[in-house]
């Protein structure tokens, strides 16, 4: 993208971001036949996902977002075809209507094909439980999504999906104990991304992303709120709808949350 910095769309700015983290992961991830991390395949699917990301943040990221999700890194299923947080397809495709192509798709895992938008629908549940609960918090309403987005956004720690041997994920939170280069890339982009993006309230999706928020200065010098919630994948062991309802009723008893989704 060229042009002065100051003088770009805000979502410009926020690519920006986006595409010197994941050259500085590049240049810091150990590789994966070479580490005893657990890893054997990395995907970026920030580079081959690129178009349907970027549409993504033209069509949602128009402005400062007052409140913040923040997952860990991408899914198998979701974010690992779309390059979109939580990015199941039939929400990316059906209910965002994004498209993009997908460019020089690596041939990692033999078992998993990346065909962005045109791929099989697996099940990615995580993906599924999370927009289920922003359509319970909109009170189930068509327009949940254009409602979220006027005031939220959605983003992830780190944009790399680490999968084993056997086609499944390995979670950032395992690869950064061992790789704290890694971790510490992810802190000082985040850091700048706040400041971009101006939240009120962040909420961090699991433990892992509350722990690492707690360090940044966004945090720290009372700019923002922490409003954590669960991880919604099925291996945390609790259903879907006690997930939603527990959810929910978190965020919702936040009244500076409540007042900024119902406004």
């Known amino acids: ?16 971001y986006s595409n010197t983290l994941n050259e500085a992961l590049r240049q810091r991830t150990p590789p994966p036949f070479e580490s005893n991390i657990g890893y054997k395949y990395i995907y970026h699917p920030f580079e081959y996902a690129g178009e349907i990301y970027r549409n993504f943040l033209k069509k949602y990221l128009n402005g400062p977002k007052k409140i913040l999700f923040v997952g860990m890194n991408p899914s198998r299923f979701g974010s690992l075809q779309t390059g979109i947080p939580f990015g199941d397809i039939p929400t990316v495709r059906d209910r965002m209507k ?46 949940f999504l254009d409602r979220f987005f006027e005031n939220c956004f959605v983003h992830n720690f780190c944009p790399l999906v680490f999968i084993d041997n056997n086609g499944y994920n390995v979670s950032f939170a395992d690869v950064a104990k061992r790789v704290p280069d890694m971790e510490k890339a992810c802190l000082d982009i985040l850091q700048q991304q706040l400041e971009l993006l101006q939240p009120e309230i962040i909420v961090p999706i699991g433990w892992y992303v509350f722990e690492k928020l707690w360090e940044l200065d966004y945090y720290k010098q009372g700019k923002c709120v922490l409003e954590r919630i669960r991880h919604p994948s099925p291996y945390c062991f609790v259903e879907e709808n006690d997930w939603i309802d527990e959810s929910r009723k978190k965020l919702l008893n936040n009244r500076t949350f409540s007042y900024i989704v119902r406004s």
């Not at 962005?116 to 909109?138: C, D, T, Y």
């Open 1 to 16: 993208m060229e042009g002065n910095h100051e003088s770009q769309a805000l979502w410009e700015r926020f690519y920006v």
């Open 98 to 143: 994004l498209q993009g192509a997908i460019r020089n798709a690596p041939n990692l895992h033999p078992n998993i094909t990346i065909k962005g938008l045109q791929s099989p629908e697996e099940i990615e549940e995580s993906s599924q439980r999370f927009w289920n609960l922003i359509k319970a918090i909109f009170n189930g309403e068509e327009d």
